[in-house]
């Protein structure tokens, strides 16, 4: 069976991982915390954080609180994002927490917030569960 830290060192090798510049601050069965620095390639039109990169932080950090606490592999099925404030600097934060667990089929659920505490965005994913 893979071990938690070779799942941690398959997410941190991954090019896309590393083209958005997340880096993993806590990644243990059940606490999982992604970190950004939010750069200006990042930002759109209105110069704050592209809305994508919300998204695919919380994808991210759901799915690696799956493998961390399942040990296999994961895809998403649904993405809900709610979108609640503007970031434009600074480091953002994601975490997430398994609601449902069942053999085939998962719900998680996280948010992206400020050092400060202050959540930019809330998200919820079901996902499959891919068992060899």
């Known amino acids: 069976m ?7 060192q398959s997410f941190e090798k991954m090019p896309y991982f590393q083209f958005i510049g997340f880096e993993i601050e806590k990644f243990e069965e059940d606490d999982v915390l992604l970190k950004l620095t939010i750069q200006d390639h990042l930002l759109n039109v209105n110069e704050t954080l592209h809305g994508g990169v919300h998204a695919a932080m919380i994808d991210q950090v759901l799915s690696m609180c799956l493998r961390a606490k399942t040990k296999t592999r994961c ?9 609640l404030a503007p970031s434009n600097s600074g480091t953002i934060y994601a975490t ?15 948010e992206v917030f400020t050092k400060d505490g202050q959540i930019l965005a809330k998200g919820i994913g079901t996902f499959k569960i891919i068992r060899d």
């Open 2 to 8: 893979i071990t938690i830290s070779e799942i941690k």
């Open 75 to 83: 895809a998403t099925i649904n993405l809900n994002i709610n979108y």
């Open 96 to 110: 997430g927490k398994i609601i449902q667990l069942g053999h085939r089929i998962a719900t998680v659920e996280g």
